[in-house]
């Protein structure tokens, strides 16, 4: 028998997203169910480097920012959501700012901001270079003055509990006793951040497995938008691991194997000389949005002008260079960059280039909520990298991520507690049998006739996706990728779990994560071969063109519980005062407004 | 061909459920010259023993989650390169002075309790945390450089590891956590100082500490938490002797506000 807890409100996922809803409902006096697979200062928010975007400065205006952010998403973002983001981003930012985040600041004592992609102005909220870092912690500190939230650490959800078209919870195991416990809530927030680690080559720790996305689609909620794809341009090979974009918004450029400023060439404007107080230019060059840059990399190693190291298998990469800003500045704004670079490829920027390649970072798309959070299930809601509103389109710009979580993970968390007053009894009978249901699934998974290794199938699913669904993408290579998906689910199903402990079963927890990646991957492939256009972070190489006629629109991905491919639909894209238009950077990178 | 080179790692073994006793299983890695500590655990989970079990995620030194004993000293296993290891072989252990749940993860829940006990966010007089009409609190770059320091824990318990009084004293409130309080006790944005400083000073806080410093010695994010801690007991000491007028001329940037 599993063990049955009631709360007011469950979260699934302890970073910033769920964090950020736990504060909203803690002040609305719920009681509150945290359940995360680690304990919440572990969570990937951790990871994030550069900062977080609110208009705050006089020069700065709420509707540049909303037009960056469109024009970023290559119209494929609901301007009704994007502008509701932007207009609640100062509030959030400034309740972080007073639940103790250590921002930069002027001399003068306010928060300072810096350059990013993709942004007309300098708009980014930053903590030096460890942003995320500091705002998991904050959030995560804050929580501990709220005694009514009751956190379940170290607790694997593997299953949304549904009743009468609702949902009422989640079954999850506790890893520290492998104990399978039924953790029923009036409302649930689903805020367990991307699935990077469905790709061999990431930014993303361990832990981004895309499980809620998973559990979400499982419940029926369909996946929205999920072939785009953020690859960062600037990670480290071999690790993967991220150079923050605020390196080049402090002034560091990027140069193929000729030293040549090769964006130049890829319609993001004309290179300034590193020591004019003009460099960097907004929207222009490196300061051009993610999938520009990925992309650009693509056809320089096509052109043979990317450099071979031998010390990572002859990988190719571009470099990076620092150099002209100066010990003192690293040192004061990305020292973290100085440190990652030293531990991890033994360079100092201070006197060598940085070797670097686009590194799988972030998924635009996720669970298809709307702009209160909500899901087509009632009561779940999702907010932050598992879901998809959408405001971040076919491309989201750097550091609009951040600040998405503040502003949706609190919309998640006052409408849930909306939702849960309002909401009738739970049925306690049905929810309890669900509960022991899948208990005995768990325990069966422990099973001693499984043949298929966990490694396999998954090293056999991250080579198939890089291959197929890429930063360029051909039909026949995702039809290969999608082939190669439905045998891993087929292999998946005598996945082999020879550990049958119930303390840190960690080898049953890898099972649960694989085979929601597998899931999260065929959605993913599918929704992509759909889409024969070019937009964002979404390339074809036989449709080069956005086609705005056909698909402006958001693909959602239906799963199918007899086992086959997904059924794609679409949905329209809201469209409220800025109609589709050429997206240019590096010039003319102005306001079109209706 | 030449042979491939390897590396042997003997890993710290203990199941609850299973064994009396912990023990050892040596395994031979593969030896690259980029790898660190936890890819080697992680190529032997993957290919020869898929029931070992350990805690990671970033594996870029800043989760917190990879913290072990990598021949006999606190690492971060995400840091800590095969090559400076070589030959080997490596002896990799769960985190010392904490008690150990299975092979390399060991009991989390005592360092929450600390980190909750010291309070570790703003306190304002007027309760107006979560009201942002009135535009950010200013903290002058100054204010923002006396915790900053303080700031950049990643919970990783090295310093717990290290630190002799835990090993005799398991609670201890440790490095870590009042370098946590110390940080908000020094944040101009705070009023919560005298709150915290009572916690500071009861039996098993501050006072507990013999400072052997080595908590600094390995802290992979430079903290120093025994700075932190001499700074506490300083103030500590202050509040004790109802001296916080000095606490507020000279220790605290807000003064007599805080």
Redesign the interface.
């Given at each position: 028998m599993s063990d049955f807890i009631q709360h007011d409100v469950v979260i699934i996922g302890g970073g910033g997203a769920g964090l950020r809803a736990a504060i909203s409902l803690a002040e609305s006096g719920l009681s509150i169910a945290l359940v995360s697979k680690v304990y919440p200062m572990r969570s990937h928010t951790v990871a994030a480097e550069g900062g977080a975007a609110a208009v705050i400065k006089p020069n700065d205006s709420l509707e540049d920012h909303i037009y960056d952010t469109i024009s970023g998403a290559d119209w494929l973002a609901d301007q009704d959501a994007v502008e509701y983001f932007v207009n609640e981003a100062p509030k959030e930012m400034t309740r972080l700012e007073h639940w103790g985040c250590p921002w930069s600041r002027e001399p003068q004592g306010k928060v300072a901001v810096r350059p990013f992609g993709g942004m007309k102005i300098e708009r980014t909220w930053f903590a030096a270079d460890k942003t995320g870092f500091h705002m998991l912690h904050s959030l995560f500190q804050n929580t501990l003055r709220y005694p009514q939230l009751k956190r379940y650490d170290e607790h694997f959800a593997t299953k949304l509990l549904v009743d009468n078209g609702r949902c009422c919870g989640c079954v999850a195991v506790e890893l520290k006793t492998g104990k399978v416990k039924t953790i029923a809530g009036k409302a649930v927030i689903m805020a367990t951040g991307g699935a990077g680690k469905i790709f061999p080559f990431t930014t993303n720790g361990a832990i981004k497995t895309g499980d809620g996305m998973s559990l979400a689609y499982r419940a029926g909620v369909p996946l929205k938008d999920m072939e785009f794809v953020q690859y960062h341009p600037t990670g480290l090979p071999g690790t993967g691991i991220l150079i923050t974009e605020a390196s080049r918004g402090e002034g560091g450029i990027l140069v193929n194997n000729e030293g040549y400023r090769y964006l130049q060439d890829y319609d993001l404007g004309k290179p300034q000389p590193v020591d004019s107080p003009a460099h960097p230019v907004k929207r222009t060059m490196e300061l051009g949005p993610r999938d520009r840059l990925s992309q650009a990399f693509y056809w320089e190693r096509e052109k043979g002008r990317t450099i071979k190291l031998p010390a990572w298998n002859n990988i190719d990469v571009v470099m990076l260079d620092l150099r002209h800003l100066g010990e003192a500045k690293i040192d004061k704004k990305i020292p973290f960059v100085r440190e990652l670079s030293k531990n991890y490829v033994g360079i100092d920027p201070v006197t060598d280039m940085i070797p670097v390649r686009p590194v799988i970072h972030y998924m635009m798309g996720g669970i298809d909520t709307d702009i209160n959070a909500a899901t087509t299930l009632p009561g779940l809601y999702a907010a932050g990298e598992c879901a998809c509103v959408s405001i971040n389109g076919a491309n989201r710009l750097g550091s609009n991520s951040l600040t998405e979580l503040l502003v949706f993970g609190g919309k998640a968390g006052d409408n849930a507690a909306e939702f849960a007053k309002s909401a009738k009894d739970l049925n306690v009978a049905a929810l309890t049998q669900q509960g022991n249901e899948e208990e005995a699934r768990v325990k069966a998974l422990m099973n001693d006739d499984g043949t298929e290794s966990i490694a396999d199938i998954r090293t056999a699913m991250q080579s198939s996706m890089e291959d197929g669904a890429g930063i360029y993408r051909t039909e026949s290579s995702m039809k290969a990728t999608a082939e190669v998906i439905a045998e891993q689910k087929e292999r998946y199903k005598k996945v082999q779990v020879k550990d049958h402990s119930g303390a840190y079963n960690t080898q049953l927890q890898y099972a649960f994560e694989l085979g929601c990646m597998l899931d999260v991957a065929e959605a993913l492939v599918h929704s992509a071969n759909a889409r024969t256009e070019s937009r964002g972070a979404h390339q074809r190489l036989e449709y080069k063109e956005r086609d705005d006629d056909k698909f402006l629109a958001h693909s959602m991905a239906h799963f199918n519980a007899d086992g086959g491919a997904p059924k794609i639909d679409y949905k329209d894209v809201v469209i409220t005062k800025w109609p589709p238009g050429a997206r240019t950077y590096g010039k003319d990178s102005g306001l079109k407004r209706k | 061909m030449a042979e491939e080179k390897t590396i042997k790692l003997e890993i710290f073994r203990y199941?609850?459920?299973?064994d009396d006793e912990p023990y050892f299983d040596t395994f031979d890695v593969p030896f690259k010259?980029?790898w660190v500590v936890l890819d080697a655990i992680n190529w032997i989970?993957?290919?020869v023993d898929?029931?070992?079990?350990?805690?990671?995620?970033?594996?870029?030194?800043?989760?917190?989650?990879c913290g072990m004993m990598v021949n006999g000293d606190p690492k971060l296993t995400c840091?800590a390169f095969l090559k400076d290891y070589m030959p080997g072989p490596i002896r990799v252990e769960p985190l010392a002075n904490f008690p150990v749940?299975?092979?390399l993860?060991i009991d989390?829940?005592p360092f929450?309790e600390k980190?909750?006990k010291v309070?570790?966010?703003?306190i304002r007089k007027n309760d107006?945390?979560?009201?942002?009409t009135g535009?950010?609190?200013?903290?002058?770059?100054a204010?923002?450089a006396l915790?900053?320091q303080y700031?950049?824990c990643?919970?990783c318990m090295l310093c717990y590891a290290a630190c002799p009084v835990l090993g005799h004293e398991p609670s201890f409130m440790g490095p870590a956590a009042i370098a946590?309080g110390h940080r908000?006790n020094l944040?101009s944005?705070?009023e919560g100082t005298y709150e915290r400083l009572d916690i500071m000073t009861e039996h098993d806080a501050v006072w507990g500490c013999t400072f052997v410093g080595e908590c600094s010695v390995v802290c992979p994010k430079h903290v120093d938490p025994a700075g932190a801690i001499q700074g506490a007991k300083l103030s500590a000491a202050l509040h004790s002797m109802k001296l916080d007028i000095v606490n507020e001329m000279f220790v605290f940037p807000k003064g007599a506000g805080k």
């Open positions: - | 199941n609850p459920e299973t010259e980029d989970k993957d290919h898929g029931t070992i079990s350990h805690r990671w995620s970033c594996r870029m030194g800043v989760c917190g989650s840091a749940e299975r092979d993860i989390f829940d929450m980190l909750t309070k570790p966010y703003i107006d945390v979560n009201d942002p535009g950010e609190y200013l903290q002058s770059p204010d923002l915790f900053k700031s950049m990643i919970n946590l908000y944040d944005r705070d």
